[in-house]
């Protein structure tokens, strides 16, 4: 015979109401009067009262203020990473210069592209801070990040850009 306590586990745990028999059974068995209880207990937190006024309000605020301060957060990170290609580039476009002066002959040693620490190590990481937060106010991350662009004032003909494809697309075709 098997015991009934798993079924009464099972409907107290989907919610599903219970059997005469098994209410029966409810009051006799320890372990199903204690799952049995779980639920009340349940709907006696669930009955608590209401949060206060503004709660949802302040609620809103406070992930609001969250909100911008990852974004802000974002934006500098994507730029210290774009401040770090810029110097990476300058490294990479000085480089060669240096290699041809010391003559024809090169050594694979040379070739190897060398990582190399940013040629601004002087001014200290508290001047890189400063140049980073600098270039985030110009940047007015707030306007940008609302998207408030005039797109629709923009009115730069697209003649220009048109005459420029087709020359490329002319050359191309003459390539061939
Ligand atoms: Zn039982």
């Known amino acids: 015979m098997t015991s009934p306590c798993d079924p009464i586990a099972e409907q107290l745990a989907v919610g599903e109401p219970l059997t005469d028999e ?23 937190a669930a009955a608590d009262p209401e949060p206060g006024p503004g709660f949802a309000a302040r609620m809103q605020l406070g992930a609001r203020a969250r909100l911008a301060e990852r974004r802000r957060n974002r934006v500098i990170a994507t730029t210290v990473a774009a401040a770090a290609v810029v110097l990476a580039g300058g490294v ?7 290699a041809v002066t010391v003559g024809a002959v090169r050594t694979l040693d040379e070739q190897e592209p060398v990582p190399q620490p940013p040629p601004v190590v002087e001014r200290g990481a508290a001047a890189g801070e400063e140049l980073v937060l600098d270039l985030v106010r110009v940047a007015d991350v707030d306007r940008a990040l609302e998207g408030a662009a005039p797109w629709g004032e923009i009115s730069e003909p697209m003649l220009p850009y048109r005459a420029l494809l087709a020359s490329r697309r002319a050359r191309k075709g003459a390539d061939r």
């Open 22 to 44: 098994q209410q029966a059974h409810v009051t006799r068995c320890a372990g199903c009067a204690r799952l049995a209880g779980v639920p009340g207990l349940l709907a006696a």
């Open 92 to 98: 990479a476009v000085t480089r060669p210069d240096r």
